[in-house]
């Protein structure tokens, strides 16, 4: 018996990395999965790799395509009935300086990681209150806290869901609704691969400071251990990484010189 048997999660960006990771981890702890992404023969093998494949459905969706989420909503709620948790973590990074970036990939950023995952969340909210209870976990990012070069929109996009979290979480405690901002350092991922470059291809290369980071399934068992203890926000990262969350927070200026001369991939 687990802290999550039997409990419904809808994971978003289920396909690939830290989604993928996160949907076998929580299957092994025996919880019921809803799997979301635009791809539905990716969700298929990551439903293969679960434990209870039976327990696992499918709900593909594009987050871009953030005005007709309710359908989608109403799909995921059906699959077992209700929906305990859902993780927001479906988004896609940036690889550009601000002068090289067409508006077109500023506002695609945008669409894809701030409004397609409150879209979601807003349509599941009336569920969550009708049950009394509800959680949403958000992967925002290291860079949900501080900027870096290269990371523009992106950054943007990650800040404005710790403002617009942080917000329903007040606005919704006393309906029993939390939430859990998750923000990573590098994860070996393909993040770096699927990063929109200025013109809004993607990048189609592993930085060496992703392929460096977090193995997905150790931090899945991280990520699964904030979610269990109900974290409101917690910082999965090397410790360079967190240290810069800090030195931003209590020494903004400091931070300042120091990540001018860092160099970010
Ligand atoms: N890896 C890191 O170093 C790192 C660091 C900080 C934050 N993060 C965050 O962690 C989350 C997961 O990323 P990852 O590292 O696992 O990267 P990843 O391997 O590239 O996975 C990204 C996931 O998001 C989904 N996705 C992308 N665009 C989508 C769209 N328009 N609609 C629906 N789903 C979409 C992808 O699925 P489809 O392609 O099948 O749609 C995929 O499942 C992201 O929010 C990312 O910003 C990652």
């Not at 409990?7 to 996160?22: E, F, P, Q, V």
């Not at 293969?48 to 109403?74: A, F, G, R, S």
């Amino acid at each position: 018996m687990s802290g999550f048997s039997d409990k419904i999660i809808w994971i978003t960006g289920a396909s690939s990395g830290i989604g993928k990771a996160l949907a076998i981890a929580l299957s092994n702890q025996n919880a019921k999965l809803i799997l979301s992404s635009r791809k539905n023969q990716e969700l298929a093998l990551v439903k293969k790799l679960c434990k209870n494949p039976n327990d696992v459905k499918i709900v593909t969706l594009d987050l871009e395509d953030y005005t007709n989420l309710q359908p989608k909503v109403d799909q995921a709620i059906a699959a077992f009935g209700k929906i305990d948790i859902l993780v927001n973590n479906g988004g896609v990074s940036q690889r550009s300086f601000v002068k090289d970036t067409l508006i077109s990939v500023d506002k695609r950023i945008m669409d894809i990681n701030y409004l397609g995952t409150i879209a979601l969340s807003k349509a599941l909210l009336p569920h969550f209150i009708k049950n009394e209870k509800g959680h949403f976990v958000v992967t925002t990012s290291i860079v949900g806290k501080i900027g870096t070069p290269l990371r523009s929109s992106y950054a943007a996009s990650k800040h404005a869901l710790h403002g617009f979290f942080d917000s329903l979480r007040t606005e919704h405690y006393l309906d029993n609704i939390m939430v859990t901002l998750v923000c990573p350092g590098f994860v070996n991922t393909n993040v770096s691969k699927n990063a929109l470059t200025g013109n809004g291809t993607p990048q189609q290369k592993m930085d060496t400071a992703t392929a460096n980071g977090i193995a997905p399934d150790r931090f899945a068992k991280l990520m699964a251990k904030a979610i269990l203890n109900k974290k409101e926000e917690v910082y999965i990262a090397g410790a360079k990484e967190k240290l810069g969350v800090y030195v931003k927070r209590f020494y903004p200026k400091l931070f300042s010189k120091m990540i001018r001369k860092l160099s970010v991939t």
